[in-house]
């Protein structure tokens, strides 16, 4: 059951006013301006979104612990300007954790916020961080992913019905190779599916996977698909962006608001929703707001509670050729092969005459 009424039951009011004093789990915050209004077109407010993260809280802290953060500010709402923020601020209080790793932009060592308690996610939110991005990865092993994911990302006129479609065709593909695969909304646009590992791999190792299967997608559909990212290829089609499985990038958190003209959340969901916003052709169906997420996981649970804890392993590619386009030719090879053994498995027997 989640947390309601966060002022009241998860933390004892010092002040009434529009900047109170909370304590949360022993944690002293100064919460700040919460009557501002971040999101204009709704009158959703600053108050508001520190509300559906403490309620969120239990099923967003265990996919946020641990990794980390880089958090997208819009401290004068969704429609003012933001700013991406990696290193943790200095005037953070001395109890929230960081994490240091290297980073490419700057060249150099970055420490990170790790967001692994709700103290913590209630201080990121009452920065007005709308948006929370994390590694693939846990800070101690930076260098290995613990899922493999896809960004569906739709060029207008297409839409999420369209990466529903793309995304079935990747499930496909997975359930072939005998790997659970899992749906959330980008909370913007489009889909992203992510296929949980937690064994030991490398981003050398995931990356060029990745690729060659947006490159297989594109082959297979290129009515639908593009792997490339230029602007003047994706009109009407899906980009597979297959370019976030890297050590130095991040993707959109589960359960993270998004910075939209409402408050939408990038949410999980079922393939049989999936399916569902296909065969109507309605966008509608895979779009969730706040006060709807929270409804959902009170009834549903955490549906991407198997990224924390399922253990998978990527097929082996033939190592012999590198090249992403014949990793493609090699991972249908491999679907093929193993879609052809599980029909052999599942045929009964015949059952041979003995010769007398």
């Keep these: 059951m989640l947390p309601v009424n966060f002022g009241q039951r998860e933390g004892r009011t010092k002040t009434v006013s529009n900047e109170p004093v909370v304590e949360v789990e022993g944690r002293k915050l ?7 209004v971040l999101y204009p077109a709704v009158g959703f407010t600053k108050g508001q979104v520190i509300d559906y993260y403490a309620r969120i809280a239990p099923v967003l802290v265990p996919h946020l612990a641990g990794r980390p953060l880089t958090m997208k500010r819009y401290p004068g709402g969704v429609d003012a300007e933001y700013f991406y923020e990696k290193n943790a601020p200095a005037h953070r209080p001395d109890w929230v954790k960081t994490a240091p790793v290297w980073s490419e932009g700057p060249h150099r060592t970055m420490h990170y916020i790790v967001a692994g308690d709700l103290p913590t996610l209630v201080w990121l939110a009452n920065l007005a961080s709308l948006e929370l991005h994390p590694s693939l990865s846990l800070a101690k092993q930076i260098e290995m992913p613990t899922s493999i994911v896809f960004d569906l990302d739709p060029g207008p006129p297409a839409n999420i019905v369209q990466c529903a479609q793309v995304g079935l065709w990747l499930k496909e593909i997975f359930d072939h ?4 695969s899992f749906p959330k909304t980008s909370g913007s646009k489009g ?30 559909h290129r009515d639908l698909v ?3 990212m230029k602007k003047e290829l994706r009109k009407n089609k899906v980009l ?3 370019s976030q499985n890297d050590q130095h990038k991040t993707t959109v958190s589960v359960y993270s608001l998004r910075a939209r003209e409402r408050p939408t959340v990038s949410t999980p969901v079922t393939w049989d929703e999936v399916e569902q916003a296909l065969k109507k052709k309605n966008a509608d169906m895979l779009v969730f707001e706040a006060g709807q997420v929270i409804a959902r996981v009170e009834k549903m649970g955490d549906l991407f509670q198997p990224l924390l804890t399922l253990k998978q392993k990527l097929p082996d590619l033939a190592e012999d050729n590198p090249a992403p386009r014949q990793r493609g030719i090699d991972i249908a090879a491999s679907a093929e092969k193993t879609r ?7 045929r009964p027997a015949t059952r041979k005459r003995r010769k007398v």
């Design 340 to 346: 052809a053994s599980a029909g052999r498995a599942a």
């Design 177 to 180: 190779f005998g790997l659970q």
């Design 240 to 242: 597979v962006d297959w």
């Design 226 to 228: 593009v792997s490339d």
């Design 30 to 36: 100064k919460l700040s301006n919460l009557d501002k």
């Design 191 to 220: 889909l992203q599916v992510y296929v949980p590992l937690n064994t030991p791999i490398t981003y050398e190792r995931s990356k060029p996977f990745a690729h060659a299967l947006a490159r297989l997608l594109e082959d297979r």
